[in-house]
T-cell receptor, first 114, second 111 residues
Framework: DTAVSQTPKYLVTQMGNDKSIKCEQNLGHDTMYWYKQDSKKFLKIMFSYNNKELIINETVPNRFSPKSPDKAHLNLHINSLELGDSAVYFC?????????????FGDGTRLSIL | GNSVTQMEGPVTLSEEAFLTINCTYTATGYPSLFWYVQYPGEGLQLLLKATKADDKGSNKGFEATYRKETTSFHLEKGSVQVSDSAVYFCALSDYTGKLIFGQGTTLQVKP
């Protein structure tokens, strides 16, 4: 009965590869997000979707492509992985994206590029 | 642009000590303010929130008051426990709904 679930939890891969991270929420929320947490634990928004529509795209390289097949899922595909992509990626959701609504986070996907 | 600044960590306290983690923000408009906590190997959990000036958020003995005049949202707890050891993030949410985080403060509580 996990609210926001991400797979995989760990991802170790070589530079130049393409990989995907999946996220699903069972809270009935309309809005989903991707955040990146770097090695110093700093968190920064990457994307947000509201009911399958892209709302926020924060100066992220176009090697990163989010896809939302329905409002319960937001996947992140990364092409041509680089060393600097090593980080923990968190998916989150909120009811409708309003500023006063807390966001619910998944447990994160730790991506390590060799 | 909008930003959040937290006190540098790590903060090391003995059990039952008083905790304050400072947080100040810069924002246009009327943001909502949040404290999130991250335990090792886990995602972020909402600790408390405040959506307008002078609101006090509270949960599990933690409190923070939205102070517009000093643009602050300091986190306090009267008596910390070893189980409170974690990383604490102050964040604001602007009109777009995205969260802007401070750099996080690591709290270590020793028995």
């Amino acid at each position: 009965d996990t609210a926001v679930s991400q797979t995989p939890k760990y991802l170790v891969t070589q530079m130049g590869n393409d990989k995907s991270i999946k996220c699903e929420q069972n809270l009935g929320h309309d809005t989903m997000y991707w955040y990146k947490q770097d090695s110093k634990k700093f968190l920064k928004i990457m994307f947000s979707y509201n009911n399958k529509e892209l709302i926020i795209n924060e100066t992220v390289p176009n090697r990163f492509s989010p896809k939302s097949p329905d409002k319960a899922h937001l996947n992140l595909h990364i092409n041509s992985l680089e060393l600097g992509d090593s980080a923990v990626y968190f998916c989150a959701s909120s009811p409708s994206g309003g500023s006063n609504q807390p966001q619910h986070f998944g447990d994160g996907t730790r991506l390590s590029i060799l | 642009g909008n930003s959040v600044t937290q006190m540098e960590g790590p903060v090391t306290l003995s059990e039952e000590a008083f905790l304050t983690i400072n947080c100040t923000y810069t924002a246009t408009g009327y943001p909502s303010l949040f404290w999130y906590v991250q335990y090792p190997g886990e995602g972020l959990q909402l600790l408390l929130k405040a959506t307008k000036a002078d609101d006090k958020g509270s949960n599990k003995g933690f409190e923070a008051t939205y102070r517009k005049e000093t643009t602050s949202f300091h986190l306090e707890k009267g008596s910390v426990q070893v189980s409170d050891s974690a990383v604490y993030f102050c964040a604001l949410s602007d009109y777009t709904g995205k969260l802007i985080f401070g750099q996080g403060t690591t709290l270590q509580v020793k028995p």
